[in-house]
């Protein structure tokens, strides 16, 4: 399957869903908008959601992404219970749901962490794997006519680990020392 047949697919396939739920919705009087929410984020969104790593990169085009918001749009105004003149991001705001590119991009980058790429964003790490902060530190040397001010201070916090301080370091000709 080709992108172009797999966003297809989704679409046809989440469009038919949302139908069925709202010709049976009209039966029995329609369904709440907390109901509605449920059902999207259950059904409809992870099958948005489904491959979204592998074919991420072609959202940059705008017929992709455009069927994509068409989907989420159709759900919204259902559980909106709103006009279709409404626009995407309105109806997206009334119903707190976040747009189906951000939420792509979402699922994406959780992937992205929990598969073995997570050295690209902060986690918690032992005490013992911590870089010791003389060993980050990179010296800028100055110019002739400007002069530098360090100044350390402490906030007087302590615990087993050790006391807790900083650095301050300004730089300038024309500043005075603090």
Same mark, same amino acid.
């Given at each position: 399957m080709t992108f172009r047949e797999h966003i297809t697919y989704i679409e046809g396939k989440c469009a038919k869903l949302i139908f069925s739920l709202a010709k049976s919705a009209k039966i029995t009087w329609g369904l709440k908008h907390k109901a509605l929410k449920t059902i999207y984020t259950g059904a409809i969104l992870p099958l948005l959601l489904y491959g979204a790593p592998v074919w991420k990169r072609v959202l940059n085009s705008s017929c992709? @992404?455009? @069927? +994509? %918001?068409?989907?989420?749009? +159709?759900? /919204?105004i259902k559980i909106a219970k709103a006009y279709h003149t409404v626009s995407n991001e309105a109806l997206c705001i009334i119903t707190g749901l976040m747009p189906i590119n951000i939420k792509i991009e979402e699922a994406t980058n959780y992937y992205a962490v929990t598969k073995g790429e997570g050295y690209l964003y902060d986690r918690e790490m032992d005490i013992k794997n911590w870089i010791h902060p003389a060993k980050d530190i990179t010296i800028i040397e100055g110019q002739d006519d400007s002069t530098h001010y360090i100044q350390a201070y402490t906030d007087g916090s302590k615990n087993e680990a050790g006391v807790?301080?900083?650095?301050? %370091?300004?730089?300038?000709? /024309?500043? @005075?020392k603090p």
């Open positions: 992709y @992404k455009d @069927k +994509l %918001v068409r989907i989420q749009r +159709l759900i /919204n807790g301080s900083g650095i301050a %370091v300004f730089a300038g000709g /024309n500043q @005075k």
